[in-house]
């Protein structure tokens, strides 16, 4: 098991925000949660990212608690942690090359060493001749791959990505969609997926998370939770 | 990046080294002094080089104005009390001397030099010694009628037409306390509530006073003779006159500089030295000479022609230590009178 | 955890340097003769005079306040996004008044209004009479108090309209003209700068006593100002102030109750702002501000300049003033980048809440702002002037701490209200690939934030070199700066010559601005 997430709460100002969620994420799974927004879903993503702690409940990661009732054990920058952000995030102030290696640069890899596994991960991404472009000048479908390709490089122990395709038309969000899953297949890593978009949920996920009102509502693979949610609307 | 960190690293670090050589720049040295002066800086500072030039005991000053009513010296006297920074205060007017002999912060010294200056100038008990003074004159502006008396304050014919210097500060100050020590309470307030119905403006110094008079705004004002003189000199058509110099009369208030040496500061010996080079016949010579003009207090200093001598003035006779000590008493009625 | 200890550090260094006196001031306030005693606050209030007087700072502050913001908003947007001609020189220009020691603008509008002043020269003594009944009183002080705060306001409008997502106006463009994206859009999205600017001009102008008392609008500070200068009353003189810290704190409450954070918006490309083309209206526009900046700049800066205007009088002032000069420039340098580095961290604290105590520093940080300049000085005096500590009372040390304690305000919120607009994904997404505090700092953060950064330092560099009321009270013997030494030398001295130190005070701040100017182009 990579990510336990045992009973955990937060409240904002005394309203929950997650109410009492446990989930279980196992090696190289791909596990998509899909709620309307304000479900909690970015909250958990951010609680095992470690921007936020929980108020009850504990994490683990690799079989290592990071945090528990209120308290942060592991920072987010140890957590060995992949994330993909909403807003996409580069750093405007570097090019391509250098977003790729802040990181890199973070864990003291040489040189050489540092330019192999960029060359090597915008080859995957299909960006190689971006190298030098400043995040700015790229456009929307490029800086998700970019952002992508910049969370991969740390070679994570879990990749979280938070509504990375909401902002993209749909040809792009049914490429990039199809490169995510490659890539996760190639890399065999594991993901967990936020969303609001079901037919994104469903074609992206071996097991979807439904989340409403701060609680897990359902878990199963795509079909169940789609019968699920027709038994629902019914 | 890593070459950032290192120049910042290098920069706190020069930044750091950089400091503690500043702060031990300061480190007290032998051959220096350090004086707190309210005195204007204009006339006092070449009065300190001269000094360090003869003696080569640098001299280190914290100005102070009586024009512009910085607070700086005298609060800082004070709240340096446990730990004095300064050796020497020299005061532009005798009652601050003595607020800080009341508050322990000076020591007496009886310096040699000073014998020649008149007793009615010195602390008995050697607390500060008076040099060079001024006095308060009125200056008038235009040819006609002109004010001989204080008392013209409260006389009808001059009803708007006068101005006073704010009397919580400076001098004005002093003079207010003289008169409440002479004319007793009840005299000085009725002729203060008087001057007062009287249309008296009230002025921020006494220099501004001054600049009201140059301009014809107003017909007179009591301010000091250092203002006058030195208007006058500017080639400005206004008059000087001593007030209350008649035969019998209340005479005019004559305030000298003072010197003053601090209890614990850590170069006595220089401030010694610079008290004497103060109290010296040639600094009352060169006050006299600047445009200060400065009333030597010692009778043989030569003046220029538009500086009176001190024998020539009939001054109000008062003990300053008695006006100090008036000051608390009537701080409520000062502050009253003038609407602050 | 690295994080975490970096802003203690600063949160416990603003405690000790900027707090800690004044708690000392007012924990001795309540001491009378060793006894605990209200009485220094007793006499507050006791008469209707202080209520008048206080009615009066309110009154004049409010005003300034609101006739800064309403040309200020408008001013510096035509300065810093429109196509207006010579807007560089303009913005230039306004910024003087604010260089100038304030006092001295006083005086250069006496010489120019006063009864026998320049215009009573020009027009005859009846427009002289009424010019100088307009000087001496409130409309006088509040027209010299609205010239040197002006810039204020164009200063910050300037730097937060350059942090403005064009995206946003953009997308309004599309359906609205300039006028209308800039009301809804623009300057909506800066409104926390607004409002901070708002804030500062509000505490200088509640603050500011030479002014008022050089043109006799009788104001609260004058309470406090009597009881250092003519009484040496420090308790009194403490709690005549405490009264100017609250209504600060009060304002604070306000700000936070009904100005709730506005949506976080980030730009992630370089490009330069959009300039806004004024077309038909150009003209206009530029007689506008050429107008204001004749009256607010060119009228009391051309007094000064013909009241100098001798090789004589600047042969003086130079021979008097060339080491001040240096110490000033050293100093208010050094000031400035302790600022810069405080209000990163303070207003790094500040936006991103990152301890649980960070109203808290703020408040303490605006509170400071607000206090006379004298309490804190002599709260730092009875605090560091002891033998043990004497390496910083007697040195340049304790004027830093003076800059440090009074303007740390102005550091911290321009640096939070730039961060709000980074986004905090910039430093999450930092964190996640596993770089630390440290790296993100030198990394992310400060490259994101650097036009506020600089914006503080020019800010924090001004503030420090004009700076009196601390710097009088705390130099060391023989460390004075130029403005306590024009200050000192006012009294009696040439007209001409304190014209022409005016006049260098100017030239000295604008150097190091231009030559960073140069750098940072």
Redesign the interface.
Known sequence: MIVEIDNVFKYYNKIPAINGVSLNIEKSERVVVLGPSGCGKTTLLRII???IQPDEGKVTIDGLVVAMTGRCLV?????????V?????????MSVYGNLE??L???NISREKRNRLIDEMLEKVQMTHFKDA???DLSGGQ?QRI?LA??L??QPRIL?MDEPLSNLDLDLNLLLRKEILRMQEDLGITMLYVTHDREEAFSLAMRVVLMGHGRIQKIGNADEVSKYLLDLSM | MEYRNRAFIKIVSIGFIFLMTMSGCSQKGAKEVVIYVSTDQIFSEPILRDFEKGTGIKVKAVYDTEETKSTGAMNRLIAEKNNPQADVYWANEPIRAVILKEKGISIPYFSPIAEGIPSSFKDHGGYWTGFSARARVFVVSGEGEAPNSILDYTNEKWRDKAVIANPLFGTTTSWVLALFTIWGDKEAKTFMKRMKANGVKISTSNGESTTLIVNKEFAFSLVDSDDATNVIRDGKSIRQIYPDQEEGGLGTLVLPNVAVLIKGGSNPENGKKLIDYLLSPETERKLAFADCAQIPLRRGVETPPDVKKIGEIKAIRINYEDVAKKLQEIQPFLKEWTGY | MARRYTLLIAVFLLIVIGLAPVIAMFVKSLFIDGKISLASYGMLFQSKREWQLLFNSLLLAGSITFITVLLGVPLGTLLAKTDLPLKRLFTILFVIPLIVPPYILAIAWFYCLGRSGIVAGMFGPKIGAATSQFLFGFPGTLFVMVSTLLPVVIILMATYLRMVNQKLEEAAKLSAGWLLVLKRITIPVIAPGIFLSALIVFILAIGEFGVPSSLRFDVFPVESFVQFSAFYNFNAATAAAIPLGVITLVILIVERLFLRKKTVQFKITKEPIIIVPLKKAKPFLFTAVSILAFIFVIVPVGVLLIKSFSLRAYNEAFAISTNSIFRSLLYASIGATCLVIFGFLLGYLLERKALRFSYAADSIAVFLFALPGTVIGIGLISLWNTHATNFIYASMVIILFGYIAQYMALGERIMAATFSQVSHSMEEAAQIVGVGWVRRLFGILIPLTKRGLIATWLVGFIFCLRDLGITMMVYPPDHDTLPVRIFTLMANSPEEVIAALGVIMVVITFLPLYLLGLVTR
């Open positions: 990212a470690g921007f920072e987010p920058e140890s957590r060995k942690i992949g994330m952000f909403q807003d996409i995030a580069l750093w405007p102030h802040f990181g640069r973070a864990k400043s995040p700015g800086q952002a910049r969370a490089i740390m979280l």
